[in-house]
């Protein structure tokens, strides 16, 4: 098997860079910002948020609850209160079987 570099992980991401990663608007985080108390965003001296790996995590376990399950903000907020560290293993658990599958593709394709 070929060597594989790991991803540099960053320690902030910028709104930008988020807004790549998800697909949406800048006001599309921001009312999540504000929606949600699990997303707590650093903001620098000019006002700029700064977004960290586990906000990245929680945007990721809110987009899920949201646009895959069909939760409403508020049904989406009242279920991250009761089931916080359930919802979050089964996010992970739901990254890593993404990253096997790409992987699977990728070893189907050199096939």
């Known amino acids: 098997m070929p060597y594989k570099e790991k991803e540099i992980q960053k320690l902030y ?13 800048a006001s599309q985080i921001r009312f999540y910002e504000k929606e949600f108390d699990i997303l707590q965003p650093k903001k ?21 609850l949201i646009k895959e399950k069909g939760f409403t903000l508020q049904g989406a907020k009242d279920h991250l209160k009761g089931n916080k560290d359930v ?21 189907k394709e050199q096939l």
């Open 13 to 25: 991401y910028t709104m930008g860079e988020v807004t790549e990663l998800f697909g949406v608007n």
């Open 44 to 64: 620098n001296k000019k006002g700029n948020r700064l977004f960290s790996a586990e906000d990245l995590e929680n945007l990721k376990i809110i987009f899920h």
């Open 87 to 107: 919802v979050k293993e089964n996010q992970r658990v739901i990254d890593s079987l993404e990253r096997l599958k790409q992987f699977l593709l990728e070893v």
